[in-house]
């Protein structure tokens, strides 16, 4: 309920959908309203679905740190599996993690350097970066691609040129798709959007320029095709994406 779910979220939610179908176990999909969602709508939602029955539920997001920490002790008996959220999220003082709280996460960086290396190795030297906002997993993500596009390029012999932005937000607008018109007008081939809904703006750019994306968190290989089948791009996009594992992840947090 609520707005739309984004990639990362959509790749929880498939493995919590596939683990419920497989093991005969009841689930069900929550969702903050809108980019300004508060603590206290994510409270809000995690007590909704203890009211409804959840004895195990999966918060997806840093966002969720000082949720999860009234939730914890709010509701011992429940369990919560915390997504891209460390214990300094929850606990900013000393990072202490309850003992109902298993938290996931992920060396993004290294998605990211094979990324960057990959795309160098099939022959992009002029590559982009977009990130949303600077938080620490869309900066791992930042750095290992650039890291692997390098490492590429030395083993390669020849020069890269890259780009670089935060666009501050997790969602496309015409400020963002303005900044990735000029990139690849300018003569950037690829760009890695990585955070949220960011990559729309990305897409639509690419889309007028011949241009190439590279996904990120799950295989968004789907969009570029469900693009194309609407009609609403000339050809698919993506030419990979850096995936770390989510539903593999969640799934374990499960077991």
């Known amino acids: 309920m609520g707005s739309e779910m984004c990639i990362r979220d959509r790749g929880c939610w498939e493995a919590v959908k596939g683990y419920g179908d497989e093991n005969g176990i009841e689930y069900n999909y929550y969702l903050p309203s809108g980019e300004d969602a ?22 997806v997001g840093y966002l969720y740190g000082p949720a999860l920490a009234w939730a914890a002790t709010e509701y011992p008996d429940v369990h919560f ?9 929850i606990n900013s003082e000393n990072g202490t993690i309850p003992e109902n709280v298993f938290c996931v996460t992920f060396k993004e960086e290294e998605a990211g350097y094979l990324a960057g290396y990959a795309a160098v190795k099939d022959g ?48 496309g607008d ?27 703006s990305a897409a639509e750019a690419a889309d007028k320029h011949d241009g ?21 791009y000339k050809a ?6 850096a995936m770390k594992g989510l539903g593999a992840a969640v799934k374990n947090g499960l077991d």
């Not at 963002?176 to 000029?182: F, R």
């Open 38 to 59: 508060s603590d206290e709508d994510r409270e809000t939602l995690i007590r909704q679905a203890v009211a409804d029955g959840a004895n195990t539920i999966v918060c």
């Open 81 to 89: 599996i915390a997504v891209d959220v460390n214990g300094f999220d």
């Open 124 to 171: 992009f030297t002029k590559l982009g970066f977009l990130g949303g906002m600077a938080v620490p997993a869309v900066i791992r993500y930042g750095y290992g691609y650039v890291q692997g596009a390098d490492a590429a390029a030395q083993e390669l012999g020849t020069n890269v040129q890259m780009n670089y932005y935060y666009g501050g937000q997790f969602y």
């Open 174 to 200: 015409e400020k963002i798709t303005a900044k990735m018109d000029g990139w690849y007008d300018g003569g950037t081939e690829v760009v890695f959007a990585c955070g949220g809904g960011i990559w729309t």
């Open 212 to 232: 190439k994306l590279i996904g990120v968190d799950v295989d968004q290989n789907y969009l570029g095709v469900e693009g194309v089948e609407s009609g609403k």
């Open 236 to 241: 698919n996009p993506f030419v990979t994406s």
